[in-house]
């Protein structure tokens, strides 16, 4: 079993960043892609960023690309969301889940998950 805890949400104003956290326990990330998904008040949830093992097979929403960076550090069982210049757009409870194997977008095929941070972003 995997455990997942999210933090580094909050309010930050649009052009702002924020950097958002995944640590595991319960075992290590060996072996785990590890992503980022969120779900805005009245749409559905949808994929943000992810990383498989080893750092390869790196994916980003185009909505995000150029701005978001996941990077992951092994020794400390932690998956990162670096968001720069936020727009209210971004405005969304922002989850992490893990899986055995490649990089999904469909958040079906994800066995953990953490239970969300909010990162709210004011114009």
């Known amino acids: 079993q995997v455990q997942l805890l999210e933090s580094g949400g909050g309010l930050v104003q649009a052009g702002g960043s924020l950097r958002l956290s995944c640590a595991a326990s319960?075992?290590?990330?060996?072996?785990?892609?590890v992503v980022w998904f969120r779900q805005a008040p009245g749409k559905e949830r949808e994929f943000v960023s992810g990383?498989?093992?080893?750092?390869?097979?790196?994916l980003y929403a185009d909505s995000v690309k150029g701005r978001f960076t996941i990077f992951r550090d092994n020794a400390k069982n932690t998956v990162h969301l670096q968001m720069d210049s936020l727009k209210p757009d971004d405005t969304a409870v922002y989850y992490c889940?893990?899986?055995?194997?490649?990089?999904?977008?469909?958040?079906?095929?994800?066995?953990?998950w953490g239970q969300g941070t909010q990162v709210t972003v004011s114009s």
């Open positions: 319960g075992r290590t990330f060996s072996g785990y892609s």
């Open positions: 889940a893990a899986r055995v194997g490649l990089v999904d977008v469909r958040g079906n095929f994800y066995d953990y």
């Open positions: 990383m498989g093992w080893g750092g390869a097979n790196v």
